[in-house]
């Protein structure tokens, strides 16, 4: 699976993605986040405050509730602030 | 319906001509062009976004604005990259019969563009210090307004 | 604020790029274009005004909209005389720092523009046949939504 | 007093303009309209249906019982129809 991070996100994770392999028990988005913060210090920093995450399943935006079965791009970033 | 992401600028008067050209049903033209403010400090604006996603959503949301009114034409175009105070950013313009559909067309879409498409704004002042741009609430209400 | 009554044709491109220039407050610019519309066989439209009374009235319409919204800069355009089908008849442009000031006004100044500036327009059809256009009751009611 | 005609109330009257002097009793644009409409047919025709007649004085936009007093330019058109 791949992950990508985006704006503030991608510089406290310091990359803007990766390919990860987490464990059977993390079905959801929610579940991903929480095994993230389990790795290393600068995810835990990054994902301190989960209420300012967004999440997009292979390019459409999802819930944190949202199912990873079959998801092969799942992107995470702060609300969006263009135009 | 043309959706466009580029670093390099675009002339808003050409963009303009060529939307409303060969459809003589078309009456009214809106456009709606954002700048860069130069407030305070802030020298560039840095724009980030999600390749991919960020054309699969601009779509979306100019098809919405198709179903919702009756459009002869419209465009979206969307910069990246570093941009300098002053410089144009986001360019919408839509073209209908009459300006009802055109204005609230055209507004629709940057209300809807500005919480739904996956750009991120980083301010950098004239000493280097950046900062991420937070979003803003007032954005969440007017993309609320069209709720239906 | 600027009103031009005039017969000349005029560039929405350069208009939008002098009308932003110079004010790095400016991050919103709204345009509205209006065409003579090509619909059955119409093949001219011939607009009359009321010189005078035209420019006082459209700057009465400017000065009320910069009452209403903070704009940075406004600029509406209007073409008298014979006009074929496609040719741009009215401009309409705001500048504000963000772009809800900058639509409303602009929305604002067309509707009441369509419906208390002295002009008047007569269809001409392919065989010569003039017809006075008709005031419609939804410009009245567009211009009645602003009311307070 | 100037009176000025516009679209196909000009066309009617067949002019665009004229100098007029009212007799006293005309004091306001009911009245004058009503005075004009009995010197010829074509003024009586281009002013059948007052409710279609919209007027401005000294090129303010006024209302059919304004004063005529000290008004040099009365403008008689049809509803507005630019833009």
Excluded: C
């Excluded at chain 2, 808003?12 to 459809?23: C, N, T, V």
């Excluded at chain 2, 980030?48 to 996603?53: A, L």
């Excluded at chain 2, 940057?110 to 979003?135: C, I, N, Q, S, Y």
Aim: hydrophobic residues 45%; proline residues 5%.
């Amino acid at each position: 699976m791949r992950v990508l991070y985006f704006a503030w996100l991608r510089e406290r994770i310091g990359m803007g993605s990766e390919e990860i392999s987490p464990p059977d028990n993390v079905t959801t988005v929610a579940d991903l986040i929480a095994w993230l913060k389990t790795r290393e210090a600068r995810y835990e920093a990054a994902f301190g405050d989960v209420t300012a995450i967004r999440v997009a399943l292979d390019q459409e935006q999802a819930d944190f509730d949202a199912p990873l079965t079959g998801v092969r791009e799942v992107a995470l970033f702060p609300p969006v602030t263009g135009g | 319906m043309t959706v466009r992401v580029q670093e390099a600028d675009f002339d808003p008067g050409a963009e303009l001509e060529s939307l409303a050209a060969g459809d003589k049903e078309i009456g009214a033209v809106v456009s709606f062009t954002g700048l860069v403010r130069g407030t305070g400090d802030v020298s560039t604006m840095t724009l980030e976004h999600y390749p991919g996603m960020t054309e699969k959503a601009l779509e979306a949301i100019e098809a919405e604005a198709h179903e919702r009114w009756p459009l002869q034409a419209s465009l979206v175009i969307h910069r990246v990259g570093p941009l300098p105070a002053g410089a144009r950013i986001v360019f919408v313009a839509t073209a209908s019969r009459h300006r009802r559909a055109a204005f609230e067309a055209a507004e629709f879409l940057m209300d809807f563009l500005k919480t739904r498409a996956p750009f991120w704004k980083k301010e950098v002042t004239a000493d280097g210090t950046e900062e991420w741009v937070d979003a803003r609430e007032t954005d969440n209400a007017a993309a609320e307004r069209w709720a239906r």
